[in-house]
């Protein structure tokens, strides 16, 4: 694997979870816009079937639905989104295959939530135009997480280096 790939696999790490970023910033502007007037219309809210602001505010927008308020894992959805995509970026930057492997499995664990907060939208009965923006972005990340993982390890950075016997 050149040097060259390696560099565009983690530009696109890493620029997906800025995107991925963003839309958890929107998602804590809406929230807040909403929560401070609640005739507040995002630009996300089209109809009353395709409206973030009504995902956002309902009791699923936090602890996913399953955290108990008294957790301290009980916190808003996005900031679940915040965690990931900062952890997947700074382990972008890494180039050894365990360190990989651990981006792989947080983005196997992100398209599982994923799943299950599309299930969410399906029991609101609400499409959520931010949601499936980054539903995507958490599947090309883990396209592309496996994909440098895959690399890493026909390249044989996941072997360590034996030492070279000195001949006599």
Not at 30 to 46: G, Q, T
Not at 102 to 117: D, K, P, Q
């Amino acid at each position: 694997m050149s040097k060259q790939s390696v560099w565009i696999l983690n530009a696109g790490i890493t620029s997906i979870c800025l995107l991925g970023l963003v839309a958890c910033f929107y998602t804590h502007v809406v929230e807040e816009l909403k929560a401070e007037n609640d005739s507040y219309v995002a630009l996300c809210d089209i109809s009353d079937h395709i409206s973030c602001s009504k995902v956002f505010t309902t009791e699923y927008a936090k602890g996913l639905g399953i955290i108990p308020k008294t957790s301290i894992l009980y916190m808003p959805n996005y900031m679940y989104g915040v965690i990931f995509y900062t952890l997947v970026a700074i382990l972008s930057m890494f180039n050894k295959y365990p360190i990989s492997a651990i981006a792989v499995t947080l983005a196997v664990c992100s398209n599982l939530a994923t799943l299950y907060l599309a299930y969410l939208l399906y029991i609101i009965n609400s499409i959520c135009v931010v949601c499936v923006s980054t539903y995507i972005i958490n599947f090309i990340i883990l396209i592309l997480t496996v994909k440098k993982h895959r690399n890493l390890f026909r390249d044989g950075t996941n072997k360590t280096k034996k030492r070279k016997k000195k001949s006599e």
